[in-house]
């Protein structure tokens, strides 16, 4: 009996020791699965965890392009070198159009990407706010927000009007001056029913949709102001069709579209997620989807290309709304975003030949890094959804690839940027200890002090450095052989663009820690 109870004992602490060793080693997958999100592992969301030093920082610069870009009166003006202007913009029209965004080293306000810029802050607000905050940077990026958003109300005075441009180029790029001494005349163009702009009004209705959402719970009354805006611009856009670049040919110049069929889907996957009327859900998987998704076909996120970020953002109805996943539209939708995503990914398949030989997504001379920012941006949006609804990989041809894969792929562009490059500078200015000296940019390159007229062109062609910082500009970016020219008149390299910022600022708040995205904007 004796022996007997010794010998049940022993199995007594055996079977404990077992228990205790397996709930630890339970706990340990769930930490690292928690915290480390590696090939094969169950990826679990949570809250937002430490900042990466390095995305924190550039995070913070990359937000204050926009107050060097602000018009209008300024509000808590940290930028020494700026002051107000475009005071009178509007009022040719008995409106106030006076704040808005220099589109870039100018001083047009261009509704159509001033716009997008909205939409694409709003998203990486939504995506990313907790983010932002956790870096203390939520705050500066709704204000910036709003910045955009009170014009665009005040640029929509009608049911069917939109002021969509503030400013004649000709004019504007006659002149070299800082947008505080402008003396040249400030021309408006709208829209209207005799004279749509189907694809500029559907972005302005995409931005204030998803900005509806940004201010919902702050500002309940601004919210469903710009919902209301949002609704009658989509009907404008959707029951007026025409292309504002063939109705207002001088826009064609600058900003010309290729179609508004992508602007219209766009518009309505936004105004389904601020509303959740199915009404806009119907559109973007009927007809409409049949005629302008273009299923199946990646393409290139852009100011004027709305389909991958579409295609992302009807990819979170079916990642996170089973009832509607299982209709046959939306998963073409998901389909191609996933094609989208294996086109980035450089070991998949199918992955995409336009790269620099260090690995940069390179599309075009002008404006290079827009594409690569850009798409890095849905990249790590979409390796979220991935883990917070806890899908372990996507299918390219015979391979697969996790969340991981995704976002190293978004940490890659965004290195690139900040100097992990051959030129060994950062493309973000004001970010590391060597980036450009000569953006083409009025205000910056123009001693605050200076008396130029409109012809302070001695300033554009100086050999100097910039007297002024322009904080946070994206500039254009690098060549194919991945060369720099650090020339003001090399506008082609050193031109930085507000929209440009709106996807670093995503990019950048994606990576700066990590944590699960909402199941739902509202």
Not at 175 to 199: F, H, V, Y
Not at 365 to 374: E, G, R, T
Not at 476 to 483: A, D, H, K, R
Request: charged share 20%; with cysteine.
């Amino acid at each position: 009996m004796g022996k007997e109870e010794k010998s049940g004992g022993c199995m007594g602490w055996f079977i404990a020791f077992i228990v205790v060793a397996a709930i630890a080693l339970a706990l340990g997958f769930t930490l690292r699965n928690k915290f480390h999100h590696g090939d094969g592992d169950a990826p679990v969301p949570g809250p937002p965890g430490a900042i990466t030093q390095k995305y924190g920082d550039a995070l913070k610069i990359a937000l204050q392009f926009f107050d060097v870009q602000k018009s209008g009166k300024l509000v808590n003006n940290e930028i020494s070198w700026r002051g107000d202007s475009g005071l009178q913009d509007g009022k040719d029209a008995d409106l106030d159009l006076s704040k808005g965004m220099y589109d870039a080293g100018d001083h047009m306000k261009f509704g159509f990407p001033m716009a997008y810029t909205a939409t694409v802050l709003s998203w990486a607000i939504l995506e990313y706010g907790d983010q932002m905050g956790k870096a203390n940077q939520l705050q500066s990026a709704k204000d910036s927000l709003k910045w955009i958003t009170d014009f665009l109300i005040n640029a929509h005075p009608e049911p069917n009007v939109l002021y969509i441009q503030v400013g004649d180029p000709d004019v504007d790029h006659k002149c070299w001056d800082r947008p505080e001494d402008m003396t040249e005349k400030r021309p408006l163009i709208q829209i209207n029913a005799s004279t749509p702009g189907t694809e500029v009004a559907a972005e302005t209705a995409a931005a204030m949709a998803s900005a509806s959402l940004v201010f919902k719970s702050s500002d309940s009354t601004y919210s469903s102001s710009l919902l209301k805006h949002a609704k009658e611009l989509f009907t404008f856009a959707d029951q007026h069709r025409g292309s504002y670049s063939e109705n207002i040919p001088e826009v064609q110049t600058y900003y010309n579209s290729t179609g508004y069929g992508d602007e219209l889907l766009w518009a309505a996957s936004w105004l389904y997620h601020a509303t959740k009327d199915q009404t806009y859900l119907d559109y973007v998987i009927g007809s409409n989807g049949e005629t302008y998704a273009n299923w199946g076909s990646p393409t290139w996120f852009s100011w004027d290309d709305k389909r991958p970020g579409t295609q992302v953002l009807l990819s979170r109805v079916s990642f996170f709304d089973s009832k509607a996943a299982t209709d046959a539209s939306l998963k073409k939708y998901k389909k191609t975003a996933e094609a989208v995503m294996c086109g980035l990914l450089p070991k998949s398949p199918t992955a995409t030949a336009s790269r620099t030989k260090s690995g940069l997504i390179w599309i075009s001379d002008w404006n290079s890094l827009q594409h690569p920012v850009a798409s890095a941006f849905l990249a790590v949006i979409y390796s979220d959804y991935m883990l917070t609804s806890r899908t372990q990989k996507i299918q390219c041809d015979s391979d697969s690839f996790s969340a991981s894969d995704l976002r190293k792929f978004a940490s890659s562009q965004a290195n690139y940027v900040l100097g992990d490059n051959p030129m060994k500078m950062s493309y973000l200015v004001g970010y590391g200890d060597k980036y450009s000296q000569f953006v083409h940019h009025r205000g910056a390159s123009i001693p605050a002090d200076a008396t130029t007229g409109c012809k302070g062109w001695q300033w554009l062609d100086s050999d100097q450095p910039n007297p002024n910082i322009a904080m946070g500009a994206l500039v254009g970016g690098p060549f194919l052989n991945e060369s720099f020219i650090d020339s003001r008149n090399n506008s082609m390299q050193t031109e930085p663009s507000t929209y440009n910022s709106a996807a670093i600022v995503g990019l950048l708040s994606g990576l700066v820690t990590t944590s699960s995205v909402a199941a739902s904007f509202t």
